[in-house]
Structures are given as structure tokens and as C-alpha cells.
């Protein structure tokens, strides 16, 4: 069965912009988070969502926000853009997280804000 | 809060065995992942432990102590391949999964 699915994988944008960027989880996953990764903080938990509601946030401001479809397929904004939103940004998606259901990530969308 | 503390970085011998900890807090705590990530590349499971003890998957072995916070990712017959970065990750009572920074390993000949 096909993967998580990640677009675009490379993106750069100027400081102030906004960015959506996508993720298709795997066919009957209906959870979905997404992560900041930098060589510095690691994998740094963004937001989770379930059935199209966001179920967990972690401490990133206001620019930072989602949304999941009725698909499972989910999309994640940053508004504003600052040079230090420049990270490879990760989407992970399972069947259901409670329970420790194993995630399957995506490649990512590496974001450049210049 | 829900450190997830993991060393940097490590270095070891192809053959050797080497031993990655990770230390966690208990609070609400489910369960304990591990993940595997080369360079460039998605983090991929290698392991899920929510009991006490040792769970054995070939030359990947994962441990866990509740009582103390504390797992381990044990690599046994170092490959070069296996240089990349080891993610321990906690999953917590409120559905929360958080990371650690990641610990590179090095395996040299």
C-alpha cells in the first residue's frame, strides 16, 4: 500500500510569506502529526489530529496551524514567516496514536524561509 | 514537562554491540518507541515497549523500566548501515508523543 505522501518535499519562501504544506496519510490512518525537525531541537511535536480534530498541540505560537479532511488528508500553515521556521517538517500518520499504534512518516517538506 | 533525554552522538566498531539510553518522565507515560533515521531520510519503527523488560527483534533489542524513566536500544553485530540516528520517543497519557534529539551513531570499521 502506498506510503505517507508529502508535497511539495522542497519549498523556499521569503520572511512574512505563508506556507500549506500537505500530507496524504496511509489508507485508513486517521491520525496525523507533524513535526519541526532541526539539526539543533530534533523532532519537535507540532500538532496531532483525529476524525478532522486537532486532539494534541505542542508550544509553537499562533502561526502555526492545521487541519485535517474528511479523508485523513491533512494540511499544516505557517503564517509569518521568520528565518527560524527553516526545518525539514515531518508528517506522521497511524491508525490510531493511542495504544502506541506504530507511525509511519512521510519523506517531509524541507522549508527554506530566506 | 516530558524530557526525553538521549546522548548526542556515539561511536562504535562494526561487529561491536553498542547501547543507546534514553531517559524519560513518568508522569502519564504509555509506552516507549524507538525509531531509526538516516540521513536524509523518514524515521522508520524499529520498536515498542510498554512493559518491564526486553523485547528482542533480531539484532535490535529494546528495553524498559517503567519505575525509572529509562530504555535502551541495544545493537548487537554492528553493520556499517546502522550509522544513522537512533529517536527515542514517549507516548503519553494524553495521546501525546514526544521526541528526544536524537542520538547519531557512528559505526566505523
Known amino acids: 500500500k502506498a506510503g505517507v505522501t508529502q508535497t511539495p518535499r522542497y519549498l523556499i519562501k521569503t520572511r512574512g510569506q505563508q506556507v500549506t504544506l500537505s500530507c496524504s496519510p496511509i489508507?485508513?490512518?486517521?491520525?496525523v502529526s507533524w513535526y519541526q525537525q532541526t539539526p539543533g531541537q530534533g523532532l519537535q511535536f507540532l500538532f496531532e489530529y483525529f476524525s478532522e480534530t486537532q486532539r494534541n498541540k505542542g508550544n509553537f505560537p499562533g502561526r502555526f496551524s492545521g487541519r485535517q479532511f474528511s479523508n485523513s488528508r491533512s494540511e499544516m500553515n505557517v503564517s509569518t514567516l521568520e528565518l527560524g521556521d527553516s526545518a525539514l517538517y515531518l508528517c506522521?500518520?497511524?491508525?490510531?496514536?493511542?495504544?502506541?499504534?506504530?507511525?509511519?512518516f512521510g519523506q517531509g517538506t524541507r522549508l527554506t524561509v530566506v | 514537562g516530558q524530557n526525553i533525554d538521549q546522548p548526542t552522538e556515539m561511536t562504535a566498531t562494526e561487529g561491536a554491540i553498542v547501547q543507546i539510553n534514553c531517559t524519560y518522565q513518568t508522569s502519564g507515560f504509555n509506552g516507549l518507541f524507538w525509531y531509526q533515521q538516516h540521513a536524509g531520510e523518514a524515521p522508520t519503527f524499529l520498536s515498542y515497549n510498554v512493559l518491564d523488560g526486553l523485547e528482542e527483534k533480531g539484532r535490535f533489542s529494546s528495553f524498559l523500566s517503567r519505575s525509572k524513566g529509562y530504555s535502551y536500544l541495544l545493537l548487537k553485530e554492528l553493520q556499517m548501515k546502522d550509522s544513522a540516528s537512533y529517536l527515542c520517543?514517549?507516548?503519553?497519557?494524553?495521546?501525546?508523543?514526544?521526541f528526544g534529539a536524537g542520538t547519531r551513531l557512528t559505526v566505523k570499521p
Open positions: 520517543a514517549a507516548l503519553y497519557n494524553n495521546n501525546d508523543m514526544r
Open positions: 506522521a500518520s497511524s491508525y490510531n496514536r493511542v495504544g502506541g499504534t506504530e507511525a509511519f
Open positions: 489508507s485508513g490512518h486517521r491520525s
